[in-house]
């Protein structure tokens, strides 16, 4: 390749790194960003849900957000077999910039639940949607995640799941979400008995409270109600923001590969101006070598002349 050409392929390769170095520091201040959000909710939800369990517990309360009532009458039965339980699921899936595919394992994952529940679901995000549909899956309720904030998906989300949980008899209502916490799995928000999302900060201990100093009002059960909305939306953000900060993760562990891609061409490219660098300066050393061969050949020649012409 010629010289001109060498150096004008590294200098855009330069231009394109720089880029790509701002592309990383942006990632990486996301990340501290989301990071810091995830530990504030999943903080305040496992706090809810740990005041939640201690109030239902002291006072004798039987909630169905604490616990959800089996039917009694297919129990008393014995025909539990022949009755799929009911479960809400919400499937969320973000927009994946590179050639990746991080959400097969939850869909098959989903599908073979599918086989044993009977499964709702709310999806979240365009690929979560077309699955649902290629699926043949019950949607009831979808959200463009490029139409909505977090805030006001977390905001909608909280008052349906409630709402829908309660009236709508489900057993369980398990999210799913790209996180290396939890593989291919789902995390479980309701009943808070069976909540688990606290895998996203496993060493979070909520501060023991001693209940018998405080007053309750207007009542034990209000108070789980209440404790309940702010437990789900910090549940909720708390999901939302790891499956962000995740599909985040990868974004920066690919553009860490182009940043090294680039680095080895650069070297090598360099290294080729150089070696290119040396031919040329060789090829002069031997063209004025000759040079001066010729040129003495012929000086010699002239005096030998000289010296006939004398004689």
């Known amino acids: 390749m010629h010289l001109d050409k060498l150096v004008k392929k590294i200098e855009n390769l330069k231009n394109i790194d720089v880029k790509v170095n701002n592309d990383k520091n942006i990632l990486l201040i996301s990340m501290m960003k989301l990071n ?9 939800a496992v706090a809810s849900k740990h005041l939640i369990d201690e109030v239902s ?24 077999k022949f009755f799929k339980p009911k479960e809400l699921w919400i499937y969320l899936t973000e927009e994946q910039k590179y050639a990746t595919d991080s959400y097969s394992r939850y869909e098959k994952y989903i599908l073979s639940n599918h086989k044993n529940v009977k499964m709702d ?5 365009e690929r979560a949607l077309k699955f649902c549909t290629d699926n043949k899956l019950n949607v009831i309720k979808h959200f463009d995640k490029n139409k909505i904030s977090n805030k006001d998906l977390s905001i909608e989300l909280c008052q349906i799941i409630k709402v829908l949980y309660v009236e709508g008899a489900y057993e369980k209502v398990r999210f799913v979400i790209n996180s290396n916490k939890n593989f291919k799995s789902s995390f479980i928000l309701l009943p ?14 909520p501060e023991l409270i001693d209940l018998s100093k405080f007053k309750i009002l207007p009542s034990a059960e209000a108070f789980i109600d ?9 549940a909720i953000n708390s999901l939302i923001i790891e499956s962000s900060f995740y599909t985040t ?14 680095d ?3 070297l090598k490219l360099s290294k080729k101006v150089i070696q290119v660098k040396r031919e040329k300066e060789i090829e002069e050393i031997v063209l004025l070598t000759r040079g001066k ?10 005096d030998e002349k000289k010296l006939l012409n004398r004689n």
Do not use: C, M, R
């Open 36 to 44: 810091k959000h995830l530990s504030f909710y999943i903080n305040n």
């Open 57 to 80: 517990t002291q006072f004798n309360i039987k909630n169905a957000f604490v616990k959800k009532n089996k039917n009694k009458i297919i129990e008393k039965l014995k025909i539990k």
């Open 121 to 125: 679901l709310i999806s979240i995000g």
């Open 192 to 205: 808070t008995q069976d909540f688990d999302v606290n895998k996203l900060a496993p060493s979070y201990e």
């Open 226 to 234: 209440n404790e309940a909305n702010i437990f789900i939306e910090n």
């Open 249 to 262: 993760k990868n974004a920066l562990v690919t553009t860490n590969k182009i940043i090294k891609d680039l």
């Open 264 to 266: 080895e061409q650069i």
């Open 293 to 302: 061969a010729v040129l003495d050949l012929d000086t010699k020649e002239n």
